[in-house]
């Protein structure tokens, strides 16, 4: 009697139009599987649920009493993702809408607690500014990464949108090659226009030629210049307040790959440093960064060197996001076809099948390495093969998922569309495939970076009367040097 309301609940799931919808059926869902009464019990051996709701009725306390320096001192002991062991991904596992509804409150808690201490006039403003900078450092950022795509980049366009209508997309954001145009469409304009920009009808090619598939550099970089302003990394980080980082590698041997952004490189033109991170070898050629002048004309930059696709060194380029910017929490839309085989969602628990795949993945990369240490000199002898064989280690060798995956579902697509000028109707099925994917997700998203949200929000009003740079507005980066 249970199983087929729970089979309706799936089917409706699977047609919601919208996430409103989706979310409705997935609390029906809970429901009728008994997960909603998991989600109302405070008990799992996943977490000290115990000190986590004693946490929560201290902050409540303290709130309802008006005691703003009490909640200033017990937030200073520390804010933390994993406190007590609340962010365990088992705990996201179960309900398909949301985790621990305890969690969820003492979250919500914070966040409310944050607020009432940037509002009140009782403690000076930099003891706020002290207080909310040490909070952020310790407490770490979130970052939406988007992995190398070709023309399935309009999968990440379905993911941002998901994320964007439900106010959880990251001020910082970094691509490769067709992630790269997503992320650069995004941090390139004012929140009031990016809706506008992520509709199909605005990203498909309205010159697109049915007989002639992929398209030519000059048309490529064209078709950048309608969707891309011409701003450098500088100029877009002030007028969106969100972070860019764009993934460019050496067409040059000995030389490494760059992650370009408002603090490496604030005066390089971010259209002809996506224009680089989508250089697929072998297909387009190496492209020259440009920069803006003192006078603000276009002068070279690096004139002596070419970039090529991130994605072939730094498809998921994690640990600079964390020099940079002290990011802790990486959310990873992946649809590179190169990448697929090897990007699994290890944070859910894997059926035995997938289990011995992920095993045999991780042998073959280790047979692979130690046959590439035997064959290196003969295949020095052998330039091309060589380089073939390195781009092959190099792709093999990265890691392409973070702490929330949301990774393009198998479906075979013809090897011509990789590179080639998408029609109407796919570029609308990879949209919403996109969206559908990245809605299981939402909620785990929502709790797990709302209180970094906050704290950047709360650090951006502080911050308003003076242009500390772009480490200080929103995100606060660390020294590039480091």
């Not at 088992?90 to 607020?115: M, N, S, W």
């Not at 990007?343 to 099948?353: N, S």
């Not at 093999?396 to 949301?406: K, L, P, R, S």
């Amino acid at each position: 009697m249970i199983f087929a309301p729970t089979l309706s609940a799936d089917a409706e799931l699977a047609n919601a139009p919208d996430y409103a919808a989706w979310s409705k059926a997935a609390r029906t869902h809970d429901a009728k599987s008994g997960m909603q009464a998991w989600r109302e019990a405070d008990a799992s051996e996943h977490f000290d649920y115990k000190a986590i709701r004693a946490r929560l009725e201290k902050l409540r306390g303290l709130s309802a009493a008006g005691d703003v320096k009490g909640l200033l001192f017990v937030l200073n002991e520390g804010i933390h993702g994993n406190i007590d062991g609340m962010g365990h991904e088992r705990l996201y596992q179960k309900a398909r809408f949301g985790t621990k509804i305890l969690i969820e409150a003492y979250v919500a808690e914070v966040v409310a607690a944050l607020e009432k201490i940037a509002a009140s006039r009782s403690i000076p403003r930099e003891e706020k500014r002290d207080f909310f900078r040490r909070a952020q450092h310790c407490y770490g950022r979130s970052a939406l990464l988007l992995s190398g795509s070709g023309s399935f980049l309009f999968f990440h366009v379905g993911v941002v949108k998901a994320l964007w209508d439900e106010g959880v997309l990251p001020n910082i954001l970094a691509g490769s090659s067709g992630g790269s145009i997503v992320a650069a469409i995004v941090c390139t304009r004012k929140d009031g226009e990016i809706g506008t920009f992520l509709g199909s009808d605005r990203l498909a090619n309205p010159a697109r030629d049915p007989e002639l598939r992929r398209l030519a550099p000059d048309e490529v970089r064209a078709r950048l210049a309608e969707l891309i302003p011409d701003l450098t990394f500088r100029e877009a980080w002030e007028l969106s307040g969100r972070h860019l980082n764009v993934s460019v590698a050496p067409a040059e041997k000995h030389q490494n790959g760059r992650l370009l952004n408002a603090i490496t490189a604030p005066n390089v033109l971010i259209r002809e440093a996506v224009l680089a991170s989508c250089a697929v070898p072998g297909v387009f050629p190496p492209v020259m960064l440009m920069a803006r002048g003192e006078d603000g004309g276009r002068v070279p930059y690096q004139p002596d060197r070419r970039w090529v696709d991130g994605s072939v060194t730094h498809d998921i380029p994690t640990k600079r996001l964390e020099r940079l910017y002290g990011v802790n929490h990486h959310i990873v839309s992946q649809a590179n076809p190169l990448a697929l085989p090897f990007a699994t969602d290890t944070r859910k628990q894997m059926a035995p099948i997938e289990a011995i795949q992920h095993a045999s993945m991780a042998t073959f990369k280790a047979w692979l390495n130690a046959n590439m240490v035997i064959f290196q000199k003969p295949l020095e002898l052998v330039p091309p093969l060589n380089s073939l064989a390195n781009l092959a280690r190099s792709v093999i060798n990265q890691e392409y998922t973070g702490d929330i995956n949301i990774i393009r579902p198998p479906k075979f697509w013809s090897p011509t569309k990789i590179l080639s000028d998408l029609s109407q109707d796919d570029i609308d099925e990879l949209i919403d495939t996109g969206m559908r994917t990245a809605w299981p997700k939402i909620e785990m998203v929502r709790t797990q970076t709302a209180i970094s949200r906050a704290l950047d929000a709360i650090l951006a009003k502080i911050d308003k009367a003076g242009d500390d740079g772009p480490g200080h507005r929103g995100p606060a980066p660390r020294k590039a040097a480091r």
